[in-house]
């Protein structure tokens, strides 16, 4: 550190120079020097200080690095050995889970070795063929799963037993009832039956001991004549189904066996069961001819329009309840619906005939969209062909239409809605205020003359009738306000000049 003298104390020092009296002057410098220094002293005395301080905190600050180096290497080894304690707790947890897997697939062999067991219960006390066919199917889907287990042979070996003790005796059944009833069958127009019925040897293997020694034993053979047996001894229940779609039921004995209702319903029995044990099974070479026999069955019948046209919604909705496939012949069922109906049409001349129609076609038990759409439309032809907007009767069907049958449009009902929309704005617009200054006529001669000048000229009019009654109704209103002039007087006329001009266009 330097320090510079002042140019005062230089001036000074120079002046004192100059002087005489230098003595004082170089005592006063000493002494500015030695404070100087003293200054100096004290400033060099606390830089030191910092120094040392700053010094002190390094070493602090190492302290603290250590400390944290320490730390961090603490750390390090506490996760190591969590990481060490979480993949031992993680193989810990595999095992665990590994042990319920075992424990479920232990479980689960359990009781299918359970239902196994129940089955053949099951079996051996039963007395319906079908029941036994499919636990025996059930017990060999079981021993599917059996396979793994070291004494898997063990239910092979109860599986032949019970088939030895059980599908043997009802074979015997089955073939008795088989051969009693064949006869019913074959009128059905099913190879199929025909060919169950003449089983091949080989199919006598499945009752061999030594079955399970031969693979070609047709087994889905003898299911299928088990299952045909057991299901189709009873075919009341659709007999009944097909009836419950008919307006007019009937009982079906042993002389219509041969008839072609009943071997449709046969038919329909078949091809519903069959096909739920055997999705190869297919009678499309034969149903086209037995549909073609049963329509023809039903346009020969001796019986009204509306009992022909309810066999054949009946048929179509069996048809479609079975989930049968009847596209072949859809078109012509279809065509003959519609001429049921435009037969049932024919017989209306007019609209008092309507009425009954209706009557008759809403008593058809219609479960069918198609159908139904078809009976709509047919309504709406004869309201149309017979449109009369003028008429009482008409006016109470169209409301009667409207109120039976609201979740439907009808052509015939937006056409006479618009109609009376028409004439109401018809009347507002060219009759309402010349009609409502008549009635305020005070004069009855005048308001006679003028009355009868009005209704006149609207007699002239399309659709004047409804007109005619709108006015009717206007008057009825204004004619009870209570400053109305002579309202008795007037109301008096005016039925009497409206029921005149009423009648008049009526019988016209």
């Not at 029941?131 to 889907?141: A, F, H, R, W």
């Not at 005939?353 to 709509?376: A, G, R, V």
């Not at 002039?485 to 006329?493: H, Q």
Request: proline share 1%; with cysteine.
């Amino acid at each position: 550190m330097s320090f510079d003298l002042s140019p005062s104390t230089l001036k000074q020092l120079e002046q004192s120079l100059l002087s005489s009296d230098l003595t004082t002057e170089i005592d006063e410098t000493q002494n500015e020097l030695n404070e100087l220094d003293q200054r100096l002293n004290i400033s060099l005395s606390e830089q030191y200080k910092e120094i040392i301080q700053f010094c002190t905190s390094l070493n602090e600050t190492a302290e603290s690095l250590d400390n944290l180096i320490k730390l961090n290497d603490w750390t390090n080894e506490h996760l190591i050995s969590i990481s060490k304690n979480l993949e031992a707790d993680l193989q810990e947890y595999k095992n665990t889970v590994e042990i319920e897997k075992n424990i479920d697939k232990f479980t689960k062999t359990l009781k299918s070795i359970e239902l196994f067991e129940s089955t053949i219960i099951k079996i051996e006390t039963s007395t319906n063929a079908y029941e036994i066919v499919q636990g025996v199917k059930s017990l060999e889907n079981s021993i599917l799963g059996f396979k793994g287990l070291n004494f898997h042979h063990k239910f092979n070996s109860k599986l032949f037993l019970v088939k030895s003790n059980t599908l043997k005796a009802t074979r015997k059944e089955a073939e008795a009832w088989f051969n009693q009833n064949m006869s019913i069958f074959e009128s059905f127009g099913c190879d199929y039956l025909t060919n169950l019925k003449s089983l091949e040897s080989c199919d006598n293997l499945i009752f061999d001991p030594k079955y399970n020694y031969h693979k070609d034993a047709d087994v889905q053979k003898i299911y299928d004549l088990l299952y045909v047996y057991s299901s189709l001894k009873n075919s009341k229940s659709l007999i009944d189904k097909f009836n419950s779609y008919r307006q007019v039921t009937f009982q079906i004995d042993d002389k219509n066996l041969n008839s072609a209702l009943y071997k449709t319903i046969g038919f329909f029995i078949l091809e519903f069961y069959l096909l739920e044990i055997n999705p190869l099974f297919d009678l499309k070479n034969f149903y086209k001819n037995i549909l073609i026999a049963m329509i023809n069955h039903i346009k020969n019948i001796e019986s009204d329009v509306l009992e022909q046209l309810s066999y054949i919604i009946a048929l179509k909705q069996v048809l479609k309840d079975l989930k049968f496939q009847t596209y072949i012949l859809e078109d012509e069922i279809l065509q003959l619906t519609i001429f049921y109906f435009q037969k049932l049409q024919a017989d209306i001349e007019n609209i008092k005939d309507i009425p009954d129609y209706i009557e008759k076609i809403s008593k058809l038990k219609i479960n069918n969209q198609d159908i139904e759409t078809l009976m709509i439309k047919n309504i709406d032809d004869v309201l149309l062909k017979h449109y009369d907007a003028e008429d009482e009767q008409y006016e109470h069907l169209i409301d009667k239409i409207e109120k039976d049958y609201k979740n439907f449009t009808f052509r015939a009902v937006s056409k006479y809605r618009r109609e009376k929309s028409k004439i109401s704005e018809d009347i507002n617009s060219k009759y309402l205020n010349t009609f409502d200054k008549i009635l305020q006529i005070k004069d009855i001669d005048q308001f006679h003359e003028d009355l009868n000048n009005l209704l006149t000229a609207i007699s002239k009019n399309p659709n004047s009738s409804a007109q005619l009654k709108l006015l009717k109704d206007f008057s009825d209103r204004k004619l009870i306000e209570k400053d109305s002039y002579n309202a008795d007087a007037k109301r008096a006329l005016v039925n009497q000049l409206l029921g005149s001009k009423l009648s008049n266009i009526k019988d016209n």
